[in-house]
Each structure stands twice: as structure tokens, then as C-alpha cells.
């Protein structure tokens, strides 16, 4: 039976990995601990938690994700998106351990509407993105058995999302406006959490950077008309430009990752956004 330490346990992913362990009756034993209970930007904490548990792999979901917050938060951001995800390497590695690092599309800033590939060139444009950054490059330099993974536009049935709100908006309002000219995909939490179960039930050797979110092209609006007409919500949808919404950090115009990596070295099946958000609202 392998031991699996996942950090960041109440969060979207963690919440939500949790969930697809009861559903599928895994045989692994997952251990879920909070910031209290394992912090990841203390060696000692790390150590005590790795020597308590002694898990074959971590899976590090803990991370600091106030995007404009960030801004003016810096030292506690990179502290979380940097400092954490070194200190996880370097025990990882000194005690055999497989890491599984979440990243994020936000490590690319403006780019050419072309899927964004794992060799692309990363160009953050804020804190968050460049914190991120930099935790990547600090698990690189100091281990090789890892997998980091980065995704998009995250929601589940769990914790604030976008999807979530939309749902509160559209029982609160008559009309609701939304930014169309920002593409990407949005990505079902509890389908990034299969995709990680795979990893570690068939021990892949297969390390490296990989992108993943699920299939398909959407704006924002897109994501929230999909949302409000699988449930049946009557609502005037105003599409609006980025502009229009201003926020401390530019979005990415085009944050499409291409999937590409994951199917060919992995022979999984990607959903399409679509699909998923059905799925997930169905579980609402």
C-alpha cells in the first residue's frame, strides 16, 4: 500500500481528491494535512510530517493563489509558491519521495493564440504567476523524481471557483456581466485529481512538466452561459471586455494549454470542459 501525503488537504484540489478516493474505494492510503498540520515553508514541520507518515509520494496542493492580493503581499506569496515548494524538493529527494507539484497557466503572460506548450517560454506578469515560477524551477534544480503539473481556470463543488459564483449571481441578479475576450479552459478539479490517481496507480516513471486542464476553447462568458443554461438559470448575460473589469494583474489573453504530453506519455482521456461542467453540476 503506498502512502500518499497531500498538503493544501482543505483546499479545491485537495477536497476534491478526497472525494474521488471515497468514490473509487482506492487502495492507497491518502493523508490529508492542513497548514497546521504540515507547513510547507518549515524544513522542521516538512520533516516531522515526511518522518511521522513515511509516504512514497506528496502531492503539494498547498499554494498561495490570491492573484491581485499577491501584488501587495509579495514576501508571504513566494514565501508559499517558492520558498514551500524547495523545501518539499530537497526532503523529497532526501528521503526517495515522488512529488507531485500543482502549477499554474498564470507562469505565462501574453502570448500568440497557440496552444501553450510544456517548452514554451514562461513570461509571468504578476507576483502569483512569477512566485509560481520560481517554486518550479526551485523543484527542478534540487530533485529529478517529480511531476509538475499546471493547469487552468480550476473549479469543483468545493470552495470558492468561478463556477460557484455564477451560481450565487444567478439566483441574486437579473443580469450579469462577464469578460469575452480571455481564452482558456476551464478545468474540472475532480478530473486534474484522476489524472494524478493514474500517475500514482500505475508508478509512472514519467517525469517531468506537464500541462493539463480539459478540452476545448472558452472566454469566460463562455463558461458562464454554458453554466447558467445546464442549470436551467434565466439570466441576462452581457458579454464585456477585459478592460471594462479592471484588476491589479493582467490575465492572459490566451492561456490554451496544449495536452499534447499527457495523452502521449500517459494514454489518458481528456474531457472536454463541457462535459465536465455538467458532471460538476450535476454533483451541486
Known sequence: MKKV???????????????????????????????????????????????SHNPSYIINCAAYTAVDKAETEKEATYLVNA?????????CKNKNIVLIHI???????????????EDMETTPTGVYGASKLAGEKHITENMSDYFIIRTSWLYSEFQNNFLKT???????????????????????????????????????????????SNEGVASWY???????????????????????????????????????KVKDNFNVTVKHWTTSVADCLTKI
Open 222 to 260: 463562455d463558461f458562464a452561459f454554458e453554466i447558467f443554461k445546464l442549470n436551467g438559470i434565466k439570466i441576462n448575460l452581457k458579454p464585456i471586455t477585459s478592460d471594462k473589469f479592471p484588476t491589479a494583474v493582467k490575465r492572459p489573453n490566451y492561456s490554451v494549454m496544449a495536452k499534447d
Open 83 to 91: 520558498t514551500g515548494p524547495e523545501l518539499l524538493a530537497k526532503a
Open 5 to 51: 501525503l497531500v498538503t493544501g488537504g482543505n483546499g479545491q484540489l485537495g477536497l476534491c481528491i478526497k472525494s474521488l478516493e471515497k468514490d473509487l474505494g482506492i487502495d492507497n492510503q491518502f493523508i490529508y494535512l492542513t497548514s497546521k498540520e504540515m507547513d510547507v515553508t518549515n524544513a522542521e514541520s516538512i520533516n516531522t510530517a515526511i518522518a
Open 103 to 117: 502549477s499554474t497557466d498564470f507562469v505565462f503572460g501574453d502570448t500568440r493564440p497557440l496552444p501553450l506548450t
Open 166 to 212: 455564477m451560481l450565487r449571481l444567478g439566483n441574486e441578479k437579473d443580469e450579469v456581466s462577464v469578460v469575452y475576450d480571455q481564452a482558456g479552459t476551464p478545468t474540472y478539479a475532480v478530473d486534474l485529481a484522476e489524472f494524478i490517481y493514474h500517475i500514482i496507480n500505475t508508478d509512472s516513471t514519467k517525469f517531468g512538466l506537464y500541462h493539463y
